[in-house]
């Protein structure tokens, strides 16, 4: 008798020990989650600088909003020269950590990669279509508003 009064006092400890586990994980996704909105919504707004580039390197990226699609962040804004109002675009966006990082297909071929320095700042490469011929460019940005 004294053998099976143990089973359901061991059932009970396995079942709390899941259920503290479980908790936690989902506290910890949950944490996770919201310290990822709060950074990639610190992009939306506009942003302004330059690609090392001969013609035209003032570049502008207006990033009006930013949602959750799965488990990738997607952004949608525009992107061009300052003197425009600029191409729509649909930016994803990769966070790991502290570190956010946004990549997006710009006219004619060219492609950005940008990532986040700080709160107000996003550097990255500037890959240029000309011709046949391709240019990694350097690009920075800071936010304006």
């Known amino acids: 008798m004294s053998n099976q009064s143990h089973h359901p006092k061991l059932f009970t400890r396995y079942i709390s020990g899941f259920v503290i586990i479980a908790i936690t994980l989902v506290t910890f996704v949950s944490s996770t989650s ?3 909105e709060d950074l990639v919504q610190k992009l939306v707004g506009k942003w302004e600088g330059t690609v090392a580039i001969k013609n035209d390197p003032f ?3 207006v990033i009006d909003s930013v949602k959750r699609d799965g488990d990738q962040w997607i952004a949608t804004g525009r992107w061009g020269n300052t003197d425009k109002k600029g191409m729509k675009v649909d930016i994803k966006i990769q966070v790991s950590g502290g570190d956010l990082s946004l990549a997006f297909d ?3 071929g060219n492609e ?3 990532k986040l320095v700080g709160d107000r700042e996003l550097t ?3 890959n240029h279509a000309r011709g046949r011929q391709r240019t990694n460019a350097d690009a920075s ?3 304006v508003d």
């Open 34 to 36: 919201a310290n990822d």
């Open 124 to 126: 990255g490469k500037f």
């Open 59 to 61: 570049r502008m990226l």
């Open 112 to 114: 950005v990669n940008l």
């Open 141 to 143: 940005l800071k936010k």
């Open 106 to 108: 710009a006219a004619a």
